[in-house]
């Protein structure tokens, strides 16, 4: 725990992120343009953390993402007032946190940012969940704005031609949906260089994310949560570009000098699910005491996972599959691979799962995997019942004794 | 009356019907796992469709896979499954509908020893050009999909047959509530629940024959003392004849639903001419909707004004499966818009597996007051 009063420790200062400061203020600045969007001409879209963005700004439209506000809502230690209010209005409180913070914050302009700006469109993409579907729907109603839904099929087992061409399909009606609300045709050839920029950026995401196959890891799972903000809501700008490259060449120069993320790291370890937002920092603190730091997840790399399907020279005709087959969009099975690669490629000792009462996509499965891991691994999990936003549903006593007794385990 | 008691016999005990059903004609079993399940295709492929609906034993065994904030449809289905109380199934089909349902279908295809499996992906939307085109396509794959897992074909002539069938259904579960709705006392709604869960589970010609004298016998009955307050039952399943009895008990009377295990699933006709894959399709874009599915941002609270109105509903009850997420987001815009129609609405949060019989019948019994 961090005490005002003692004097700062070198060691702590040297393990420090610099570049966090630049994307505090990238963050700042794109808060301010979209809360001035109005005042500006400016039209503001709200679109699901999984959506596709490249069209907005190929549009000049601001995205703005409640799953991003629900995580700063979580993080400032708001949420519970916010889920409380929802359930106020009628809202079960097993409904996801976000949404419940959301649908309540839009009515009262609160959380830490004092609200959203209003948008003029609604964007919902449901390859993260059904769940958006409802949300959006619901603000589609309170704010009477027009609602775009890109549906992208679950994919079980196969990505067929038929489900192909229903996406490429809905991806020209979001264009003409774009152009009836902002009055403007759409711009094909700067399209292509959103396009280029979007795939520049999630790769130099992909290689940030990398870094930690380095031993020791020079940034944790707990520094991609924060650093993750940008390739979530600018994909497709060259601040997302500029950004990452700075932040891997700290990187690069971090395992070039030996600078850990976690302080003598011992053992490392894989994150399964959305963080706990109001909690990171207790729980980084708390493997950081096991010298065991948690060098990837499932989590932040959903936002580079599908780069082998997207194309450059094509970027709106491989949309689709990049947007379709994203990380929990497709089978428990398939997802249980890519959880055993990343245990290969990280060089993981054990998997810890954040059971997510939120999020049943990303949780329901979670057993299946676990028992995957184990039989084709040997490698211990440890499954941490919780919420994101919702901090009612975390006990802290409960987690940290058994994540004291998981790490017996890995020793 | 006889065929009453049948269809009774069916919906306490499924899985026995089934079994005796498979014993007497070797035929193909597949289970299925809510309303947008293309029963017309299994019909035609010859094989029964068996909706599962979970419950029939414990959950315990559902732990090692499903946390225990799913809802007890899809932990007791899957317990079921993993128990043996499936093991008629020759294969299962999963049309795509909820989170739950969608994850359910993962974990069922990676662990339970039900036969074969197949993934039917219908579109969320069904109100655009694109979605329909998707969907006629996603059922005509299903065509040939299910024809190769039943091991022979599916003609034009077998889907008009099973359409056929199909419609006849239909078209005597409207009459069914037609009369529910104009002669309450007429049929009892935990009659009216059985003959439902008998249609999700019985050969649908044997089931169609037994309706038809059911309702011959019925509509030619006195229509009995008066019904007391007129319930409208809206929700997703509900597999709890015990609602029915707790409505009446109170002063009530269930009047018509909107349930997926009700009326949603047994109403709408499919056009017998044309390319059949198209009008089951077409059946599906044009029927009311699970709120899984869209078709607007305020439809399903208009469709429910509408029928609440048109049934002369005194009150609505909402029953909900606890931790079925789509309706609990549908339900405070629901509810608002039946306020200002002027019609009274009271929720039940229901767990299969732990239902508080007591604290509904009070809930109840305030509610019928309050009307």
Known sequence: MSDPEKPIDPEKEKRKIKSVKRMKAIMTDYYIDAKTAQQNNKKVAWITSGGPVEPLITMDVIPVYPENHGAMIGASKMGVDLCEKAETMGYASDLCSYARADIACATVDGGPIGGLPRPDMLICCNNICGTVLKWYEVQARYFKVPLFILDTPFIHTEYTQTVHDYVRAQLDEYITFLETHCGKPFDHDRMMEVGRLSIRGQELWQQVLDTTTNRPAPMSAFDAFFHLALIVTLRGTQTVVDYYTQLLDEMKTRVAEGIAAVLDERYRLLWDNLPVWYRTRWLSEKFAEHHACLVADTYTSSWCGTLKYLDEKDFLGSMAAGYARIYINIGTDQMADMVLDMVNKYGVDGLVMHSNRSCKPYSLGQYDIQRIVREKCGIPSLVIESDMTDARNFSESQIGTRIDAFMEIIQ | ?371
């Not at chain 2, 498979?22 to 293309?38: D, H, I, L, M, N």
């Not at chain 2, 279908?105 to 036969?115: Q, Y």
């Not at chain 2, 409505?247 to 709408?268: E, F, H, I, N």
Request: glycine share 10%; proline share 4%.
């Open chain 2, 1 to 371: 009356m006889k065929d009453l008691a049948v269809l009774k016999a069916v919906a306490a005990d499924p899985g026995n019907y089934v079994r005796q059903w498979k014993a007497e004609t070797g035929g193909k079993v597949v289970g299925t796992f809510c309303s947008y399940a293309p029963e017309e295709l299994i019909l035609a492929g010859g094989a029964l469709t068996f909706r599962v609906l979970g419950g029939s034993g414990g959950t315990s065994s559902a732990d090692a896979h499903l946390q225990s904030y799913s809802c007890s449809l899809v932990r007791g289905a899957l317990a079921d499954a993993l128990d043996g109380r499936l093991d008629f199934l020759d294969g299962a089909i999963f049309p795509h509908t909820c989170d739950s349902i969608q994850r359910l279908s993962d974990i069922w295809r990676m662990n339970a020893p039900t036969g074969f499996h197949l993934d039917v992906v219908l579109p969320v939307k069904l109100n655009t050009d694109s979605a329909r085109q998707y969907m006629t396509q996603v059922l005509g794959n299903a065509r040939t999909q299910i024809a190769s897992l039943l091991g022979r074909s599916i003609t034009d002539a077998d889907l008009h047959r099973a359409i056929g069938v199909y419609n006849d259904i239909r078209r005597t579960m409207q009459r069914l509530y037609d009369l529910r709705s104009e002669q309450p006392g007429i049929v009892s709604g935990s009659d009216v629940h059985a003959i439902v869960r008998a249609s999700m589970v019985m050969a649908r010609q044997e089931f169609l024959e037994c309706l038809t004298r059911v309702m011959a016998h019925l509509e030619g009955q006195d229509p009995g003392p008066p019904a007391g307050k007129r319930i409208f039952l809206s929700g997703g399943v509900c597999n709890l004849p015990d609602v029915y009895g707790i409505v009446q008990g109170a002063g009530g009377r269930v009047v018509a639903d909107d349930l997926c295990t009700g009326s949603r699933g047994l109403t709408g006709r499919i056009d017998t001419a044309g390319d059949p894959i198209a009008a089951i399709s077409e059946r599906y874009a044009r029927r009311a909707i699970c709120p899984t599915k869209h078709t607007g941002i305020a439809s399903r609270g208009e469709e429910l004004v509408r029928l609440a109105k048109k049934e002369r509903a005194d009150g609505v009850i909402f029953v909900f499966l606890k931790f079925c997420d789509p309706h609990a987001f549908d339900y405070p815009y629901l509810k608002a818009m039946l306020d200002d129609a002027g019609i009274p609405s009271l929720l039940v949060e229901l767990e299969e597996q732990n239902v508080s019989r007591g604290q509904f019948q009070t809930r109840c019994e305030a509610f019928m007051e309050m009307l």
